[in-house]
């Protein structure tokens, strides 16, 4: 019984904390992207007029 529970109580909150992490990253660098082809197109526009 006492293993069900430590189940239940550590090994979902690290799940859910490395769920957490991994779409924290994910969104970071879907971030740094769309940021990053912001400026490019910008600077083309600038230069190309």
């Known amino acids: 019984m006492n293993k ?5 109580d550590g090994e979902k909150d690290e799940r859910i904390r490395q769920g957490a992490y991994k779409a924290e990253a994910y969104a970071f660098r879907v971030l740094l992207v769309i940021l990053g082809i912001g400026i490019a197109i910008k600077f083309f526009c ?3 007029q």
């Open 4 to 8: 069900i529970k430590n189940y239940f």
């Open 46 to 48: 600038f230069t190309f």
